[in-house]
Each structure stands twice: as C-alpha cells, then as structure tokens.
DNA sequence: AACAGACCCTGAGGGC
DNA sequence: TGCCCTCAGGGTCTGT
C-alpha cells in the first residue's frame, strides 16, 4: 500500500528510467483510472508527448510532458512496470508504448487513478492538487499548524492525521508508527492532544518518513524491467502488525479507529 | 460544517 | 478440492 515513501521510492525510479521517452502509442484497458477527461482525449493528448520529469505532492505523482501534466495516485495497488515484449498481465490496465520498451500501470484494485491536465493552468490551484495539505517535511508543517488545524476537531487523532488536507502523505502503516513513537492513543480527540505531543507528531512523522524513504519504503513491488523492488522497512516496523510492544513487551492491541486497522500498545500509548 | 458510513475492487484466508 | 463469505484499504461521495 503506497504511502508516500512508497510513492517517492517509485518517483525516483521513474526519474532515472522513463525520461525522454516518447509515448508513441497508449493502450487503456480498464477506462475507470483517467478520470478527468475522455479516453479518446486521453489518448490524444499524450500520443508525441515525451516524459520529462516526475514530481510528487503527498501521495500524487506528477509527471510533466512537454504539454502536460499527468498527475498519477497509485492508492492500494497501483504499480508501474517497464517491460519490452513481456505477455501482458490482467492487471496491465494502461500502457504508453515507446520505441523501445513500454511502460504498464498495473493495479490489481483498480483503485488508482489518473488526472491530465495542460501545462498552462497551475495544477496545483485545481482539484485535485489543491485537496492536498502541508507534507511533514514542509517548513510549515509544525506543532502551531497542527494545533490550528486540530483545535475543534473532535475526531480521533489518527482519523485526523491520515486527512490528507491536513498532512499529505501519511497512511494506515505510517500514521500507527507516528502515534507510537509520539506515545499517544489513537482514539485521543485531536483538540485534546496537547502542543507537546503535537511536536513529538512533527518529529517522529520526519523521523519515521525519512528512515522509511532511505530504505525504499515498506513493500512495494514496483519497477524496473520486471525486476521486483522490495523496501526494507518493514522490517522496521515497531507496532504496525506487530504483536508484542519493542518498548515495554506488553501485547500489541489491534482495534478499529475511524474503520481502519488500528495497532497500539496499551500501556505506552495512553 | 463536520462527521459517519457506503462505495470502488480483487485476492487472501477462514469455514465447511 | 472448492465454494462462499468476509475483510482490507485511500479517498470520494452521500447521507445525517
């Protein structure tokens, strides 16, 4: 499940592999994923278009074209491949064809989606770029934002913390490991954490993030030439889907918060 | 306005 | 062996 070292590990790959490669073709086998335009204009717009960047805002990636932009959300299961003359796999749902290779979203989901727009507007002023709050690298995104953004929110801190108008790029796995290193119950309202505890979120969302984007993020199986990447952390995982808590050996709780698998340790996380 | 729940979709896993 | 049921999950949409 990409979260946003996941996606930054898929950016980067994308970066190194795919730019000045010229769509000559595209393939769409499952229309649902374009979202914002027709299949036909999909296609249309992108055929002579040649890759020549690959940014990322939150869980969005944003490829830039000479004449657009192609803002991908992987959700689940999103996955991307760049393969040659490969037998194509069900779950192949996109597929831009270059002069030598292609490249196929693959999304067992199909949860995914895909946005196009032309260079000329600021995508990041529309949906669904403008739906996406502060990164916890950004400058900005401190104990002062939180408490702002927190201060009548009556949801649970973990409900509110995977809203991702109000941070980008934290999800089920990392939101679990940010909440256990800031020692703070997951059903805790978001008014009633205390500005201490919303600073120990800042530091342990940097914390956790940037060790997760060192290592390649948790497990994705993502890229190159049929090559599997696996990150390397979940390996380091303190609570989410572990049983036993690293800190004090109590049991690991698994409940439901705002519907979502939920782990925390009942004595360290009051 | 703010929040809860349904929904999208498929594969995995449990029960029988 | 195989069928049926339930569940997972990010983000959007609908209803309260």
Same mark, same amino acid.
Request: charged share 30%; proline share 3%; with cysteine.
């Given at each position: 499940m990409?979260?946003?070292?996941?996606?930054?590990?898929?950016?980067?790959?994308?970066?190194?592999?795919i730019?000045?490669?010229?769509?000559?073709?595209?393939?769409?086998?499952?229309?649902?994923i374009?979202?914002?335009?027709?299949?036909?204009?999909?296609?249309?717009?992108?055929?002579?278009?040649?890759?020549?960047?690959?940014?990322?805002?939150?869980?969005?990636?944003?490829?830039?074209l000479?004449?657009?932009?192609?803002?991908?959300?992987?959700?689940?299961?999103?996955?991307?491949?760049?393969?040659h003359?490969?037998?194509?796999s069900?779950?192949?749902h996109?597929i831009?064809?270059?002069?030598d290779?292609?490249?196929r979203?693959?999304? &067992? $989901?199909?949860?995914?989606?895909m946005?196009l727009?032309k260079k000329? !507007?600021d995508?990041y002023?529309v949906?669904? +770029? *403008? =739906?996406?709050?502060?990164?916890?690298?950004?400058?900005?995104?401190?104990k002062?934002?939180?408490?702002?953004?927190?201060?009548?929110?009556t949801?649970?801190?973990?409900?509110?913390?995977?809203?991702?108008?109000?941070?980008?790029?934290?999800?089920?796995?990392?939101v679990?490991?940010?909440?256990?290193?800031?020692?703070?119950?997951?059903? &805790? $309202?978001?008014?009633d954490?205390?500005?201490?505890?919303?600073?120990? !979120?800042?530091?342990?969302?940097?914390?956790? +993030? *940037? =060790?997760?984007?060192?290592?390649g993020?948790?497990?994705?199986?993502?890229?190159?030439?049929?090559?599997?990447?696996?990150?390397?952390?979940?390996?380091?995982?303190?609570?989410?889907t572990?049983?036993?808590c690293?800190?004090?050996?109590?049991?690991?709780?698994k409940?439901?918060?705002?519907?979502?698998?939920?782990?925390y340790?009942p004595v360290?996380?009051?």
């Amino acid at each position: 499940m990409p979260e946003l070292p996941e996606v930054e590990t898929v950016r980067r790959i994308l970066n190194k592999s795919i730019i000045g490669k010229k769509i000559l073709g595209i393939d769409i086998r499952y229309d649902k994923i374009i979202q914002n335009v027709s299949v036909e204009e999909f296609k249309k717009s992108l055929i002579n278009q040649t890759f020549i960047n690959v940014n990322r805002k939150g869980k969005y990636l944003i490829c830039e074209l000479n004449d657009y932009y192609l803002l991908v959300h992987l959700r689940m299961e999103g996955k991307f491949f760049l393969m040659h003359d490969e037998e194509l796999s069900k779950h192949d749902h996109i597929i831009f064809k270059f002069e030598d290779s292609n490249l196929r979203y693959n999304d &067992t $989901r199909k949860f995914g989606t895909m946005h196009l727009f032309k260079k000329d !507007i600021d995508i990041y002023n529309v949906y669904p +770029l *403008n =739906k996406v709050g502060l990164e916890p690298f950004d400058e900005k995104f401190t104990k002062e934002y939180l408490q702002e953004k927190f201060k009548n929110n009556t949801r649970p801190i973990k409900t509110a913390l995977l809203d991702q108008e109000i941070v980008a790029g934290l999800g089920n796995i990392y939101v679990d490991e940010v909440l256990f290193m800031s020692s703070i119950y997951p059903k &805790t $309202r978001a008014k009633d954490v205390n500005i201490e505890q919303l600073d120990k !979120i800042v530091e342990s969302s940097r914390i956790v +993030l *940037n =060790k997760a984007i060192n290592l390649g993020g948790t497990t994705i199986r993502s890229f190159q030439s049929s090559h599997d990447i696996t990150g390397r952390f979940q390996n380091e995982l303190l609570v989410h889907t572990k049983e036993i808590c690293p800190n004090c050996n109590s049991k690991i709780d698994k409940i439901k918060v705002g519907g979502r698998g939920t782990y925390y340790c009942p004595v360290c996380q009051k």
